[in-house]
């Protein structure tokens, strides 16, 4: 018998020692410090600030990024840390990406040298947080049609507006801010003590409890010229970023699978219905084969986009593909976990309902089903139908 669908095609077998190792070392890091927590930080509705530093000091922060004091690790090892961090919660998989995938690629991809001495190493570390602050109340999908604003005074920018759904903005110190200028989009780094910068988290979520997402309120904040990304422009600048996000994801869902299906297989062993083992009946064998059969062609897909992404050959129609299909199939396979519990599941000593209601929220951010399948769409016909 075996407790993950991966050993069914021997999966570890196309892993390198490497690879093998960061994951191991991931998840022995989740299984001790976060996995004992996450259902009272997720009934608390708090994201545990203490482990920030620890996931630094596992090069978890930036861990796909060159230099200054970030990992340096390759596209398949982030990802497969993902998958760990989400087994454990998709609030905390969603830190390392926020922190790393978004904040700090910007940071590294189109900041100043000076930007990145600045930055960089203190956020590896833990010891900076930063945000991302591109999606507004009423310009998610469609980032084009924002309406923050930023215009030059002096030597300044002067931005205002709003942006919505941002994570870590109330702990964060530093924010990458994205604003419609007279020359287009641009990108520009706003330390949040800023005077008129103000951060509020979003409360009352059935979702992503044990992370931050947070309403900016941009009022006329100043910043020197120097703050502005030098390399952003246009909306290439944001969608680096979040196709760096999204291949995380595609990865990190299948870790919440994954968990999900471990809790239902330990479940239906162990409880006994009419005389025998809820396992031993053939529509529970069933769930379980077709969740598992999901799970390994979620990791098998994952992987395949990992190798093209460290090949320098990933397209950003490909991480679609891995995002609209992994997500969806994730929550699917957390959903069904949560019945084989029955009425045990919709308790947090089990992980498929948190899962499944954390995913929700997955499923939405960095790009819907429907974005992504019109992304698609747009690959396989050459027809933009977004508009």
Same mark, same amino acid.
């Given at each position: ?136 109340? !009423? ?186 299909? !992994? ?61």
């Amino acid at each position: 018998m075996t407790d993950s669908p991966l050993d069914l095609i021997g999966f570890d077998a196309l892993l390198s020692d490497e690879e093998r190792a960061t994951r191991d070392r991931v998840r022995a890091y989740v299984d001790a410090e976060l996995r004992p927590h996450i259902a009272e930080w997720y009934d608390a509705g708090v994201f545990p600030t203490e482990i920030i530093k620890p996931m630094g000091a596992l090069g978890l922060l930036g861990m796909h990024l060159q230099g200054y004091g970030c990992g340096g690790r390759s596209a398949v090892e982030y990802g497969l840390a993902a998958a760990e961090l989400e087994a454990g919660d998709s609030g905390l998989r969603t830190f390392v990406s926020v922190q790393g995938s978004l904040a700090m690629t910007a940071i590294h991809t189109f900041g100043s040298e000076e930007q990145k001495q600045e930055w960089l190493p203190r956020m590896a570390a833990g010891e900076a947080i930063g945000c991302f602050g591109l999606t507004e109340p !009423n310009a998610g999908s469609d980032p084009a049609s924002m309406q923050t604003s930023a215009r030059r005074d002096g030597d300044d920018w002067v931005i205002t507006g709003s942006k919505r759904w941002i994570g870590l903005a109330s702990i964060a110190d530093i924010a990458v801010i994205w604003a419609q200028t007279e020359h287009g989009i641009r990108g520009f780094l706003v330390p949040t003590e800023t005077p008129g910068f103000t951060a509020t988290p979003i409360g009352q979520k059935l979702s992503m409890r044990a992370s931050i997402q947070c309403d900016i309120a941009l009022d006329e904040v100043r910043v020197p010229a120097s703050a502005q990304l030098p390399g952003a422009e246009g909306l290439r600048g944001p969608f680096t970023c979040l196709n760096q996000a999204r291949y995380g994801i595609v990865w990190g869902v299948m870790g919440a699978a994954l968990d999900s299906y471990r809790a239902a297989l330990a479940y239906v062993q162990e409880r006994e219905v009419f005389g025998k083992p809820v396992a031993a009946y053939q529509l529970t064998q069933q769930k379980l084969v077709d969740m598992a059969l999901e799970i390994d062609k979620g990791f098998l897909l994952a992987l395949q986009l990992g190798r093209l992404k460290d090949a320098g050959q990933l397209q950003p129609h490909q991480i679609s593909v891995g995002k609209l299909n !992994n997500a969806r199939e994730a929550i699917a396979i957390a959903r069904e976990a949560r019945a084989m519990l029955g009425g045990n599941g919709v308790t947090l000593e089990h992980s498929p309902l948190r899962h499944a209601n954390n995913l929700e929220s997955v499923r939405t951010y960095e790009g819907t089903d429907d974005v992504h399948t019109l992304i698609l769409g747009n690959a396989i016909t050459g027809i933009p139908a977004f508009r």
